[in-house]
């Protein structure tokens, strides 16, 4: 089976300093992973996907994530914090031939001024 | 593109009433579409996906005749969420994939508010 953890429920950073979102799946398949972002009561924006085309992914507004197979991981990271980037964000593989989404619980991302 | 629009942003009913929700892919046809339903500060859960044509496959524990899903064309899909309660009461989110693209992106509609009162 498949799925993705979250390692942080929320993050705080200060405007300005990098992000660091921490997800880590796990797939008996060549996993296709994407990340999205939610503003309060919004629906889902999609950030970036890996679908094993380069394993450093790079997404909109400054967001990359780097996929390492050893490591299991798929963390989101940006080198400079934006007041605008406070949302909610998840983590998502696709489930191998049905394309159904197995979320992560999410990270509430906080930009303190 | 890939624009997913979902009608109405918010609604509210009455206990017992049955209340529609569309989902439309604007600009790309979708052969499947896919309804999430996601409590307060919660992540999305997977309710039922939808196929253009054929009936809806729903996940465990979700009533298949209280929450009616109907993918009429490949542009539209609804929910209809019969003899609402105020347990039904949610953020309900569809999400489309693209037919033609061969990949498992999904692109997502900005949601739906129902309260029932």
């Known amino acids: 089976a498949q799925s993705v953890t979250q390692l942080d429920s929320h993050v705080s950073v200060s405007e300005g300093t990098p992000v660091l979102l921490r997800c880590n799946y796990s797939?008996?398949?060549?996993?296709?992973l994407f990340w999205y972002v939610q503003h309060p009561n919004k629906g889902l924006q999609l950030l970036l996907k890996?679908?094993?085309?380069?394993?450093l992914v790079k997404g909109i507004n400054g967001f990359e994530a780097e996929f390492k197979k050893s490591e299991t991981s798929f963390h989101l990271t940006k080198p400079s914090a934006h007041m605008s980037d406070a949302a909610e964000y998840f983590c998502?593989?696709?489930?191998?031939?049905?394309?159904?989404?197995?979320f992560g619980t999410g990270t509430r991302l906080k930009v303190l001024a | 593109g890939a624009v997913v629009s979902q009608h109405p942003s918010w609604v509210i009913c009455k206990s017992g009433t049955s209340v529609k929700i569309e989902c439309r892919s604007l600009?790309?046809?979708?052969?499947?579409m896919f309804w999430y339903r996601q409590f307060p500060k919660q992540s999305l859960m997977l309710m039922a996906t939808?196929?253009?044509?054929?009936?809806?496959?729903?996940e465990q524990g979700v009533e298949k005749d209280k929450f009616l899903i109907n993918h009429a064309s490949l542009t539209l899909s609804t929910l209809t969420v019969t003899s609402a309660h105020p347990e039904d009461s949610s953020f309900y989110i569809c999400?489309?994939?693209?037919?033609?693209?061969?990949?498992?992106?999904?692109?997502f509609g900005p949601g739906t508010r129902l309260t029932v009162l």
């Open positions: 999400s489309a994939r693209e037919a033609a693209s061969g990949t498992d992106t999904q692109y």
């Open positions: 797939s008996s398949y060549s996993p296709s």
């Open positions: 890996y679908t094993s085309a380069a394993t």
């Open positions: 998502v593989v696709s489930e191998f031939r049905t394309y159904k989404y197995i």
């Open positions: 600009d790309f046809q979708a052969t499947t």
């Open positions: 939808s196929n253009e044509g054929s009936k809806a496959t729903y």
